[in-house]
């Protein structure tokens, strides 16, 4: 069974710049969430998808906005990048939304903003 | 406001020895805690949970402990393997829901050979 998949894993952008990311889920996955992680902060929730809605937000700036296809795949865009963007980007999909021990995760998207 | 915290950032542990990682919570609608591991440029992997109705959960060379009174968790890790070398992130959240989940900052845990 195929795992988790994001694109691409490393990049590199300038401040003001945007930027997309995509995640494909586990086959038969229909919730789809993003984390950012940061040295010191963990990973912090962004959104979460499922079938195509978003189901949950976090608490960040709408510069971070999210969407999800039909066939579950998503993708997150940053928009007018800032140094603080920089940090690691987690996808995770599950089968049934939220719940706990189900979470598969992706093995991210390292984004760099000079 | 960080509602789940470990406030150890790294822990080293000799191999054979138990190795021991903690974490707190606030949020007392909390009642679902997992513990995930990271090695480094993969995603976390799930290891173990425990809901609130339970003190403890065992899976083989893991076990998790709570202490609901004091808002606290622990993962003992016995045997400590060379291989359990990982970055460890709690996780809670409520057990019913589509509640995010919430995660604390991490713990470095080294195992030396």
């Known amino acids: 069974k195929a795992g988790v998949t994001q694109t691409p894993r490393y990049l590199i952008k300038t401040r003001g710049q945007q930027v997309t990311l995509s995640c494909s889920p586990i086959?038969?996955?229909?919730?789809v969430s993003w984390y950012q992680q940061t040295p010191g902060q963990g990973l912090q929730f962004l959104f979460e998808?499922?079938?195509?809605?978003?189901?949950n937000k976090g608490n960040f700036p709408g510069r971070f906005s999210g969407r999800q296809f039909s066939n579950s795949r998503s993708e997150m865009n940053v928009s007018t990048l800032e140094l603080g963007d920089s940090a690691l980007y987690l996808c995770?999909?599950?089968?049934?939304?939220?719940?706990?021990?189900?979470?598969?995760f992706g093995e991210g998207s390292r984004l760099t903003v000079l | 406001d960080q509602q789940v915290k470990q406030n150890s950032p790294s822990l080293s542990v000799q191999e054979g020895r138990i190795s021991i990682l903690n974490c707190d919570y606030t949020?007392?609608?909390?009642?679902?805690f997992l513990w995930y591991k990271k090695y480094p440029a993969e995603g976390p992997t799930f290891l173990i949970s425990?809901?609130?109705?339970?003190d403890k959960n065992e899976d083989g060379r893991f076990t998790v402990f709570l202490n609901k009174s004091a808002k606290h968790l622990s993962l003992h890790i016995v045997p400590s393997q060379p291989g359990d070398s990982a970055v460890y992130f709690c996780?809670?959240?409520?057990?019913?829901?589509?509640?995010?989940?919430?995660f604390g900052t991490g713990t470095r845990l080294t195992i030396i050979p």
């Open positions: 995770a999909s599950s089968l049934k939304g939220l719940v706990y021990g189900e979470l598969f």
């Open positions: 086959s038969g996955h229909r919730s």
């Open positions: 998808y499922f079938s195509e809605t978003q189901r």
């Open positions: 949020n007392s609608m909390f009642d679902y």
């Open positions: 425990i809901s609130s109705i339970k």
């Open positions: 996780a809670a959240g409520p057990y019913f829901g589509n509640e995010k989940l919430t």
